[in-house]
């Protein structure tokens, strides 16, 4: 079964690739018509996932991925579709142009990836992101959601497929596999299918990277750090700060972890006004002892020792580990290594010390006086994303239309032969020469 599925999304996608931009942008179109009118029975369907998650008393953070009510969360997710559309077409940019004789033309344009392998738990709004995405770029989608969110999934999955079926897309460019496949046997697909995506926990992302030959697109962890510079406008670091940590805990690029110069953290009065901030927002603070001794006039109960992996981990609510460091090069150095290089930010006056703080963090995202909750794909105006990847081939950070490309080389010639030219036993040489494109 699942490589029949593999098999057919392989085939549509020949047919897919092929299609214009027009074709593919009337279809998004269509389908956020369709999910836009739907919207009363996806809500409902995904009511019934949310109290399924909670007499099953799943995570917190889950929970807060699956509600698509919540922080207009739809509207977002229709918005995308619409953005993604109207984008300009990605396949067939011309992106090196070059004589290499007369009449003998070579081109590198941008092209499909091919096949996609979406595995996500929770976050149903991932159906229209990546169905969205896929279209647009011409890739083909095999989308498999978790249980706990199979009512919204099987909701939008209907609509999607109802809709794409009235369109020039082949009916197997997206598939959205309601049952409950096996995993494994879709991830032994390295045949048919050119990319894994998966979107979910750090124990699925890892479970994913390990049992696959197929490349693997995404990030186990988001452990993002703030590191508040001596030059720091202290109001301004208590927004940025409380901003990344409380706009919405459960997602990866929320910060986990806050590094204070020393010599903020020796000064009371300015370590208490970036903490009080926090505490005020009812974050707990995860404190080594050079911090504990400087807090005041924040409630005991929001106070705890940091424990050993304290930097090594993803709270994904409302806790934050916090310490103190000598400089902008401390820094750097305890972000390399216990950062998962997602998203960092530096909060400073000095622009020296930012470029620095820039130049010097190995992450897909690196912040400057703003939030680390901008780490996101319609935030940067990409529409949607189909993921944030930590990897550092191919595409990083979130991934939106052109991480979703690769590209070939297209040559046109007029009967010319390799054996006519040098190095093939021919006498004739080649011009190699940079076209305009």
């Excluded at 149903?124 to 279209?135: C, F, K």
């Excluded at 703030?226 to 406008?233: C, G, I, Q």
């Amino acid at each position: 079964m699942a490589e029949q599925i593999a098999k057919d999304a392989n085939q549509a996608f020949g047919v897919l690739k092929t299609l214009s931009n027009d074709q593919r942008s009337a279809a998004l179109h269509l389908i956020h018509d369709a999910l836009k009118a739907a919207k009363l029975d996806i809500l409902k369907a995904n009511e019934q996932d949310m109290a399924a998650a909670e007499k099953n008393n799943l995570a917190a953070s889950l929970i807060k991925r699956l509600d698509l009510a919540k922080n207009d969360k739809y509207e977002t997710m229709l918005q995308g579709i619409v953005d993604v559309a109207a984008l300009p077409d990605p396949v067939g940019k011309v992106t090196m142009a070059k004589k290499i004789d007369e009449g003998l033309e070579l081109h590198r344009v941008t092209a499909p990836l091919g096949v996609l392998l979406i595995i996500f738990e929770s976050r149903p709004e991932v159906i229209a992101n990546i169905s969205a995405l896929a279209i647009k770029s011409g890739n083909c989608a095999i989308l498999k959601g978790g249980k706990e969110s199979y009512q919204t999934f099987k909701a939008i999955s209907d609509v999607v497929n109802q809709t794409l079926a009235s369109t020039p897309v082949p009916p197997h460019a997206i598939q959205l596999i309601q049952s409950r496949e096996d995993v494994a046997d879709l991830l032994a697909q390295d045949k048919y299918i050119d990319l894994v995506i998966p979107r979910g926990s750090n124990a699925l992302v890892r479970n994913i990277k390990d049992n696959t030959k197929i490349p693997v697109l995404g990030h186990a962890d988001g452990i993002c750090s703030v590191f508040v510079d001596k030059e720091a406008d202290l109001a301004k670091a208590a927004k940025i700060v409380v901003d990344s940590k409380t706009n919405y805990p459960a997602g990866c690029n929320a910060v986990e972890q806050l590094l204070v110069h020393q010599d903020i953290a020796s000064d009371k009065s300015k370590l208490n006004q970036v903490l009080s901030a926090l505490a005020a927002a009812e974050v707990t603070l995860h404190v080594v002892p050079e911090i504990k001794a400087q807090i005041e006039g924040i409630d005991e109960k929001l106070i705890k020792d940091a424990g050993p992996d304290s930097f090594d981990n993803e709270f994904l609510s409302f806790d934050i580990a916090v310490k103190p460091v000598a400089d902008v090069d401390a820094a750097i150095a305890h972000i390399n290594e216990h950062s998962s290089k997602h998203t960092d930010c530096v909060v400073t006056e000095n622009k020296e010390v930012a470029e620095r703080f820039l130049k010097g963090i190995d992450s897909a995202g690196v912040y400057w006086n703003c939030s680390t909750r901008f780490a996101d794909g319609f935030r940067y105006g990409f529409g949607t994303e189909v993921g944030i990847s930590t990897n550092k081939i191919h595409a990083r950070g979130p991934v939106g239309l052109e991480g979703l490309m690769s590209y070939q080389y297209q040559l046109r010639g007029n009967g010319h032969v390799a054996s006519e030219y040098v190095g093939a036993g021919g006498s004739k040489t080649f011009v190699h020469e940079d076209l305009p494109f």
